[in-house]
C-alpha cells in the first residue's frame, strides 16, 4: 500500500536467523521492496535508523518502545500502535504518527503521513530532542524527584 504511493520505499526488516525456516514459514525472503538487515548488530541498526525515513513498530505487546526512541534519537520519525506506552512516546505530530486499528491500511496511512514529516527538514531535530527526554540522565532526575516528593 505504502509503494503503490511511494514507489520508492523500501522495508528494511532484521534478518531472520535461519533463512531456510522464514521461508518455510512462508516469509517471501526475496519480496520486491524488502531488505534485510542485521539489525541485531547495534552499529547496523544505528546505521539503518539513521538512514531511514521513518521507522516503524506495530507491535501489540511491546510496554514502552525503546526501538521508537533509538530511532527518534537518530533523527528519524517513527509510527507505533497507539497501545500501552507507546503514545507517550509519540506524544506530538511533529515526531510521527500512531495508529489505533491492527489492520494494514490503518498502519499505512501512518506510514504515508509520517513520510510527509520526514520531508520537512526540520523534523530530524525535533525527534532528537524528543530522544533526549528519555536519556538515562533524566530518567534518573525524574526518579530522584519522585522519590524526594513521596518521603
Known sequence: RVRAERPAARLVLSRPRD??????????IDAPGIEWAD?????????ANGAAWVAALPSTDEAFGL????????????VGHA????????DRPEIGRTFAR???AELARALLETLELAQDPATAM????????FSTDRCTERYLALYRELL
Open 126 to 133: 525535533l525527534c532528537r530532542t524528543r530522544a533526549e527526554d
Open 83 to 90: 497501545h500501552a506506552a507507546i503514545p507517550e512516546v509519540i
Open 102 to 104: 491492527l489492520d494494514a
Open 39 to 47: 539489525l541485531d548488530d547495534p552499529a547496523e541498526l544505528a546505521r
Open 19 to 28: 533463512l531456510a525456516a522464514a521461508r518455510r514459514a512462508g516469509v517471501d
Open 67 to 78: 526501538v521508537l526512541v533509538e530511532a527518534l534519537a537518530c533523527g528519524t520519525p517513527v
